[in-house]
C-alpha cells in the first residue's frame, strides 16, 4: 500500500498567493482529516470528511480556508488568499471505520508564506 | 468531551535507560487509545493501539503500553532507549465501537523525547 499521499511536500509562497494542498488517502478508507502543526500551536483538527462529505469544519481558522472532496481517492485544502501566519506543516490522515478507526498520516506539506 | 493530557512536555533519558511516558485521557466510556511518533521532518507514525482485550499492548520499535481503566492512563514504555528513538510522541483518544464521531481523534500535546549517548 503506498500509504497517504501529499503534494507538495514542500511550498513557498508570497503572501495573498492562492495555495493548493492535495492529499490522495489510502484505498478503501472512508475518512479523511485534514490536520496543521506549528511551534506555537500544536496539532490542530482542521476540518474532516466522512464518504466525502464534511463533517465537521469547525477548526478551519478563517474563511480564507477551504476543503473539498470531490471522490474517494483526493481531497483538497485551499488557502486564499495566503499570509505569513499560514505557515506551518499540513497533514493529511485518513482511517476506515472497519480498522477501528485507526489514523495514517501522510508526510505533510510544508507550506512557508512570505 | 474527551481530552488527552501529556503531562510532560520534554523528557531527557540517557541511551539504554528505561523509558516510560505518561499519558492520561477522560472519556464518556472505554475508548480506542493510540500513541504516535513524529521524527523531524516526518509525519505521525501509528507506535500501537488499544482497543479491547489484554490491557498491555505492544507496539513497534520495541514499546508497550499498558491501559489502566481506574487511572484512566494509558503509558508508553520501553526498556532500554536507542538514540533514534529521539522523537515527539503524541497519544490519542479516539471513539469506540459505538461512537459517532467517523473516527475523530483527540490529541495531547505530544512529548519531546531527547536522547543523551
Known amino acids: 500500500d503506498a500509504g497517504v499521499i501529499q503534494s507538495p511536500r514542500h511550498e513557498v509562497t508570497e503572501m495573498g498567493q492562492e495555495v493548493t494542498l492535495r492529499c490522495k488517502p489510502i484505498?478503501?478508507?472512508?475518512?479523511l482529516f485534514w490536520y496543521r502543526q506549528t511551534m506555537m500551536r500544536g496539532l490542530e483538527l482542521l476540518i474532516y470528511?466522512?464518504?466525502?462529505?464534511?463533517?465537521?469544519d469547525s477548526g478551519m481558522p478563517e474563511d480564507r480556508f477551504s476543503a473539498k472532496m470531490p471522490n474517494a481517492s483526493f481531497s483538497t485544502l485551499k488557502i486564499q488568499p495566503s499570509e505569513p501566519r499560514d505557515s506551518a506543516v499540513y497533514f493529511c490522515?485518513?482511517?476506515?471505520?472497519?480498522?477501528?478507526?485507526?489514523?495514517?498520516f501522510g508526510p505533510g506539506t510544508r507550506l512557508t508564506v512570505l | 468531551a474527551q481530552s488527552v493530557t501529556q503531562p510532560d512536555i520534554h523528557i531527557t533519558v540517557s541511551e539504554g535507560a528505561s523509558l516510560e511516558l505518561r499519558c492520561n485521557y477522560s472519556y464518556g466510556a472505554t475508548p480506542y487509545l493510540f500513541w504516535y511518533v513524529q521524527s523531524p521532518g516526518q509525519g505521525l507514525q501509528l507506535l500501537l493501539k488499544y482497543f479491547s482485550g489484554d490491557t498491555l499492548v505492544q507496539g513497534i520499535k520495541g514499546f508497550e503500553a499498558e491501559f489502566k481503566r481506574s487511572q484512566s492512563s494509558f503509558n508508553l514504555r520501553k526498556p532500554s532507549v536507542h538514540w533514534s528513538d529521539a522523537a515527539e510522541y503524541f497519544c490519542a483518544v479516539g471513539p469506540n465501537a459505538g461512537g459517532t464521531s467517523y473516527g475523530k481523534l483527540t490529541f495531547g500535546q505530544g512529548t519531546i523525547l531527547t536522547v543523551h549517548p
Open positions: 484505498s478503501g478508507h472512508n475518512s
Open positions: 470528511f466522512n464518504n466525502n462529505v464534511p463533517i465537521d
Open positions: 490522515a485518513s482511517s476506515s471505520s472497519g480498522g477501528e478507526h485507526t489514523q495514517y
